[in-house]
């Protein structure tokens, strides 16, 4: 039983191309997230969502949209991809914290590497 | 940029020896976690430490925060090869609880 899988595992496109990649978690969570991950390992926040709606946006560029059909999956399409944009995106959730003043992990999927050529 | 930064970069030691990495970060924070990722993997939660804590242990690892200095350290003891992965610390801002500030991490190699 995989907490948080998602698909594809790796991706090879080429620049233009638009793609997704697919997140569902089991857990029951709340909150889900998305983070690239790039070549010196920097992990970073791209958006946050609860209970389907988007709370954080960090200053991604709008070709990336995340979608969350309802609060066990979180999507995220990328249009126009560029070189700049391979990397290892990875999808999270956690509870709402909300719930659980005493702090929440995050469980995470296994990534995806993005290679755009 | 609000995200926190782990020190060293690598570490490199034999089995048996104690691995000590240190983290540090910039906001006021609810909490700070610990996670590990084995290459080609996802991050895998190994410990949490509130704000009000100053240590925590939990099987062979040690945390300790001092929010004065906005830093943590996480210490292994006793190594094992099976450790050999990167460790990175999150920081859970006060006012943001959902979000997690994660930095680059430090790559631990445990030689056997």
């Known amino acids: 039983d995989t907490a948080v899988s998602q698909t594809p595992k790796y991706l090879v496109t080429q620049m233009g191309n638009d793609k997704s990649i697919k997140c569902e978690q089991n857990l029951g969570h709340d909150t889900m997230y998305w983070y690239k991950q790039d070549s010196k390992k920097f992990l970073k926040i791209m958006f946050s969502y609860n209970n389907k709606e988007l709370i954080i946006n960090e200053t991604v560029p709008n070709r990336f949209s995340p979608k969350s059909p309802d609060k066990a999956h979180l999507n995220l399409h990328i249009n126009s991809l560029e070189l700049g944009d391979s990397a290892v995106y990875f999808c999270?959730?956690?509870?709402?914290?909300?719930?659980?003043?005493?702090?929440?992990?995050?469980?995470f999927g296994q990534g995806t590497r993005l290679t755009v050529v | 940029s609000q995200q926190g930064e782990e020190d060293p970069q690598a570490l490199s030691i034999q089995e048996g020896e104690n691995a000590t990495m240190n983290c540090s970060y910039k906001?006021?924070?609810?909490?700070l976690q610990w996670y590990r990722q084995n290459s080609g993997r996802g991050l895998v939660h190994l410990i949490l430490?509130?704000?009000?804590?100053r240590e925590k242990h939990s099987g062979r690892l040690r945390v300790t925060l001092d929010t004065s200095k906005k830093s943590s350290s996480l210490l292994i003891t006793a190594s094992r090869a099976a450790d050999t992965a990167s460790y990175f610390c999150a920081s859970v801002p006060l006012y943001n609880f959902n979000k997690f500030y994660f930095g680059s991490g430090t790559k631990l190699n445990v030689k056997p």
């Open positions: 430490i509130r704000s009000n804590e």
């Open positions: 906001t006021s924070i609810n909490n």
């Open positions: 999270a959730s956690s509870q709402d914290l909300g719930a659980s003043l005493s702090g929440t992990e995050a469980f």
